[in-house]
């Protein structure tokens, strides 16, 4: 029986032996590895800098611009028809004069009405493309910079200050931030900007690129 004891305690203390090892061995594997690198991107910032952004939103605001101008000087010209069509004694309602001048106004009316609407759906189509192409810029440009410096994981930074005045309006704003603190040193979006920059260069989008690039 006491043999059989002292098999047991060394069988005991031989697995104790074997666990500790393998504990060991576990703790310095995981000691070996290296820690895991991260990197913070401000994706506002990136919006700003882009020159692909930049160039983008000048072409779609110049655009804009053109077409407002000529809505501008059809609403102008509305606006003195209707005052002609009240100061004028011969336009007296009822008369073909006074009908002829009214389906000219209401015609343009229309023609302004619907130049506005083709108008907004062309920028929002524009708007859509301006945004997909500038975050497919930046999704390729953070794998770039990841694999170049040996980042393990990239997240989005937003410094904005929390600043609605409505109730639903902050609590959207204190949900969608991703981070509430990061070291600085982290911040890798000058250079994430720099590499959409260098790809921008290589194939510029149509129309002249921001500061003669």
Known sequence: MFRSFQLTRRRTSLGLMIAAACLMATSAARAAQPGLR????????????SLRAQAMKKSIQDDFDQQRQAIEKWENE???????????????????AWFEKTQEIKTKN???????DKLQAEVNRAMVTYYRTIYQDLQTAIKDYAQRNGVDLVLRATDEEVAADKVFAIQNEISIKMLHYYNPALDCTDSVVELM????????????????E
Request: charged share 25%; proline share 6%.
């Open 110 to 116: 229309y023609l302004i009405k619907t130049t506005q």
């Open 197 to 212: 920059n260098e790809a921008w260069r290589r194939n510029p989008a149509s129309g002249a690129a921001p500061g003669g």
């Open 38 to 49: 991260i990197a913070v991107v401000r994706i506002q910032d990136v919006f700003e800098k």
């Open 78 to 96: 509305v606006k003195v028809m209707e005052d002609n069509l009240r100061s004028d004694s011969l336009l007296k309602p009822g008369t073909y």
